[in-house]
T-cell receptor, first 113, second 114 residues
Framework: GNSVTQMEGPVTLSEEAFLTINCTYT??????LFWYVQYPGEGLQLLLK?????DKGSNKGFEATYRKETTSFHLEKGSVQVSDSAVYFC????????????FGTGTKLQVIP | DTEVTQTPKHLVMGMTNKKSLKCEQH?????MYWYKQKAKKPPELMFV???????INESVPSRFSPECPNSSLLNLHLHALQPEDSALYLC?????????????FGPGTRLTVL
């Protein structure tokens, strides 16, 4: 079956530090890949997505590149802010049929001033 | 308007109660979803409605009963729940339900079953 593996959290960084959250996937075929973010007490929001190999998704300073050869979609940001503190979910889904999203377990990020 | 609204925000119910969760979107999306999220876990898909028809039921117990009265509304009727059903219930919608769609999530209803 399909699965998404994320690095364990929580991740604690100082403000302006560089962020990497690793995400790898196992899937038959070529899924679309997503990063969703969940701020405390809220639902999930799409952060960025990529629908084919070598695509780079970017938003709000975050980036991730769809790497087919390593089945990875690592999230990066050059300089984190306290407001980036949240839980980040990597996810995949396929274009055929009804959309069933497979989520990773989530990585909690805490940014301290 | 990219908002999905959910009511109520919080709900406490006994095991013999009947209650309903409501979800609404006005983005013209034709696919709507119910998820259950336990603490420190990812969301688990429960149901998918596509064009107002139930297209996915992830083997959810019958004490959860979804309803899609029209393309903007999605309800989840609850009856005879168990304490282990306590969780955050998230509603989401997407343009047409295909795999490349972005899902837009509501803030959730936090349910406590006593």
């Amino acid at each position: 079956g399909n699965s998404v593996t994320q690095m364990e959290g929580p991740v604690t960084l100082s403000e302006e530090a560089f962020l990497t959250i690793n995400c790898t996937y196992t899937a038959t075929g070529y899924p679309s890949l997503f990063w969703y973010v969940q701020y405390p007490g809220e639902g999930l929001q799409l952060l960025l997505k990529a629908t084919k190999a070598d695509d780079k998704g970017s938003n709000k300073g975050f980036e991730a590149t769809y790497r087919k050869e390593t089945t990875s979609f690592h999230l990066e940001k050059g300089s984190v802010q306290v407001s980036d503190s949240a839980v980040y979910f990597c996810a995949l889904s396929f274009s055929g049929g009804y959309q069933k999203v497979t989520f990773g377990t989530g990585t909690k990020l805490q940014v301290i001033p | 308007d990219t908002e999905v609204t959910q009511t109520p925000k919080h709900l406490v119910m006994g095991m013999t109660n009947k209650k309903s969760l409501k979800c609404e979107q006005h983005m013209g999306h034709r696919a709507m979803y119910w998820y259950k999220q336990k603490a420190k876990k990812p969301p688990e898909l429960m149901f998918v409605y596509s064009y107002e028809k139930l297209s996915i039921n992830e083997s959810v117990p019958s004490r959860f009963s979804p309803e899609c009265p029209n393309s903007s509304l999605l309800n989840l009727h609850l009856h005879a729940l168990q304490p282990e059903d306590s969780a955050l219930y998230l509603c989401a919608s997407s343009q047409s339900g295909t795999g490349t769609d972005t899902q837009y999530f509501g803030p959730g209803t936090r349910l406590t079953v006593l």
